[in-house]
């Protein structure tokens, strides 16, 4: 399995790993209401990591999607235009798992009710043009969009937040292509 070093998770929380803790602080509280708590706890961590996550970018952000919808799997991308990493950290999904990959890329599996999907976030090169990333959001939209034409016009994201977490990731290995 890839390592995944974690940002923020609400994914499959296990009250065992919790009880303790909240049995100690809230010995009077049903298991239930403390169940409850747990969620609202780590919630709350979440707007943590949003602070932690205040870092802007040069340019906007994309993000890639393989969507898992009711009548099949999709291609699709939107632009947090701000360009802060902060602005990555918000869904509409049920369950939310957010993480930098061993190689260095943000990434997020978010589960709904007719399925999960799964984003990954990059940052627009400063060089890229803009007639770049409409080729690469044309790709991706058509379901074509190879790692070459992402690594092209854009950058990843995990150097900046390893910093703030004190990761590493190993160095990126890019091919230079010459335009003529």
């Not at 999709?74 to 602005?87: A, C, E």
């Amino acid at each position: 399995m890839e390592a995944k070093h974690m940002i923020w998770s609400d994914i499959a929380l296990n009250y065992e790993d919790w009880r303790g803790d909240l049995e100690a602080e809230y010995p009077d509280m049903s298991e239930d209401g403390r169940i409850a708590l747990m969620h609202e706890i780590n919630a709350d961590y979440l707007d943590d990591e949003r602070m932690n996550l205040n870092i802007q970018m040069p340019r906007e952000i994309i993000i890639i999607g393989d969507l898992g919808l009711w009548n099949g799997r999709f291609s699709g991308y939107k632009m947090v235009d701000s360009g802060n990493i902060r602005d990555c950290l918000f869904s509409d999904c049920d369950y939310n798992e957010w993480y930098v990959d061993a190689k260095g890329d943000m990434r997020c599996t978010a589960i709904h009710h007719d399925g999960s999907n799964h984003y990954l976030y990059r940052a627009v090169r400063e060089t890229a043009t803009h007639d770049q990333l409409d080729r690469l959001k044309n790709l991706i939209y058509h379901g074509r969009a190879t790692r070459w034409n992402i690594e092209r016009a854009t950058e990843r994201l995990g150097d900046k937040i390893g910093d703030v977490y004190g990761w590493t990731f190993p160095k990126v290995q890019r091919e230079t292509a010459y335009e003529r």
